[in-house]
């Protein structure tokens, strides 16, 4: 019997609650990844279970986990980089992408459904409980101050993070629209044809613009300034998150294959070398998609 199994059997036992896989994205799809309807855009979708906002004089009873770092980001945007230089940080912990908005709660029974409204907690609630105990888990087990998570798929949930944790900071990493969409081609371009890789992209990006405009306490960095300029960058970067800058943020060091697993963020070569790589150089203006440009405008990404 799997662990899994072994761990629902426990908890029915004892609570009447199960935990359970968030359904999978449309068959043919790779988890994930966008498809007929994206499977990363779910969790949005489910923010309809009712779920309470802690006020914050109650949020040290409410949360374990305080002041977490959330990027939110497009795929293929340079948030594996990001994310191994802030991990690099003696005081950030930054896992690889735990996809903690594809965990659900399910009551088992009515007796549990009943039993945990008398305690004021719906399934978002419970479900509230079980990611900032894994987040907390995670920062702990690290013995460092902060946790930073990188799933592209926040994206779709941003509002919800943030009503999880009403501490929370968001680092908004954008990367011109076309290096983003090409890069996305490349990685299966037979599969995903450039204009395939268009439509996928441009789902992120709109959700990118919209928690970025929505957010006015957010940082916004480039993955081209970054390459460019790591240590200002990273400078800026740590003083918005109230930590001392670390040069051992620009070398963070090469990585093995059990470091860096396909799935769970970037795993190619660039990120093993442990060192800022220099980016792909921007497309000319008749190099970008006519259903990008209005983004590019909005990034800044301009001649």
Known sequence: MSLARNLNRALTVTTGLQVRRAPQSAKGSPKGK?????????????????YRCPPAEELPAERLLRRPVFIISSIRSGSTL??????AHPRLHAPHELHIGRLEVTCANWFSERAMDALGLRRGDL???LWDRVLHREL?????????????????????????WPDARFVFLLR????????????D??????????????RYLTAVEEARTADADGFTVRYEDITDDPEREMRRLCA?????YAPKMLNYGRKSSAELVRGLGDWRENIRTGSV?????????????????????????TS
């Open 240 to 244: 918005y998150l109230d930590v001392d």
């Open 189 to 202: 371009p037979v599969k995903r044809p450039l204009d395939t890789a268009v439509t996928d992209v441009l």
């Open 140 to 164: 702990t087990r690290s013995g460092k101050d902060f946790v930073v998570e990188k799933t592209p798929a926040n994206v779709y949930m941003y509002q919800r993070l943030k009503d999880c």
């Open 277 to 301: 790589q220099p980016g792909r150089a921007l497309p000319g203006e008749g190099e970008i998609p006519e259903r990008l440009r209005p983004m590019c405008a909005a990034w800044g990404y």
């Open 176 to 187: 011109h629209p076309e290096s983003i969409a090409r890069s996305w081609h490349e990685t």
């Open 82 to 87: 990001l994310r191994m230089m802030l991990g």
């Open 127 to 129: 479900e509230h409980l």
């Open 34 to 50: 966008p498809g007929k309807r994206s499977a990363a855009a779910r969790p949005a979708a489910r923010q309809a279970a009712a």
